[in-house]
C-alpha cells in the first residue's frame, strides 16, 4: 500500500481527531494531495485538497471547522478535524487529487456520537 490513512476512532460530538497519511516519496512528489470521505451507501466526497506549495480548499461541509496540512520532508499528510458532528461519520482515505484507483488504501473509520 503506498498511501497509508490512520488516526480514525470514536469520538463524541465537538470533539476532535487528527488523521495522518503516509505516502513514498514518488506519490507524494506528485503534487496535490487530497482527504477523501465515504460513508455506508453515499458516494466518495473530497473534503480538502493541498498543493505542493501549501494551498488548500475546503468542502464547505467542513470549512471552518478542518484544517489540511503536509510535511514535505517527512512525505506526511495531516487532517486535524475539530469540532466533529455526526455526520462527519465516514470513513477517511488520503490520495492525490485527482485521485487514482490504484492509490486507494483502507481509509480510517472516523465515527462522531451525538
Known amino acids: 500500500v503506498q498511501l497509508q490513512a490512520s488516526g480514525g476512532g470514536l469520538v463524541q460530538a465537538g470533539g476532535s481527531l487528527r488523521l495522518s497519511c503516509a505516502a513514498s516519496?514518488?506519490?507524494?512528489?506528485?503534487?496535490?494531495m487530497g482527504w477523501y470521505r465515504q460513508d455506508s451507501g453515499k458516494q466518495r466526497e473530497l473534503v480538502a485538497d493541498?498543493?505542493?506549495?501549501?494551498?488548500?480548499n475546503y468542502a464547505d461541509s467542513v470549512k471552518g471547522r478542518f484544517t489540511i496540512s503536509r510535511d514535505n520532508a517527512k512525505n506526511t499528510m495531516y487532517l486535524q478535524m475539530n469540532s466533529l458532528k455526526p455526520e462527519d461519520t465516514a470513513v477517511y482515505y488520503c490520495?492525490?487529487?485527482?485521485?487514482?484507483?490504484?492509490?486507494w488504501g483502507q481509509g480510517t473509520q472516523v465515527t462522531v456520537s451525538s
Open positions: 516519496t514518488r506519490i507524494f512528489g506528485i503534487g496535490n
Open positions: 493541498i498543493t505542493s506549495g501549501g494551498r488548500t
Open positions: 490520495n492525490i487529487n485527482p485521485p487514482i484507483p490504484q492509490f
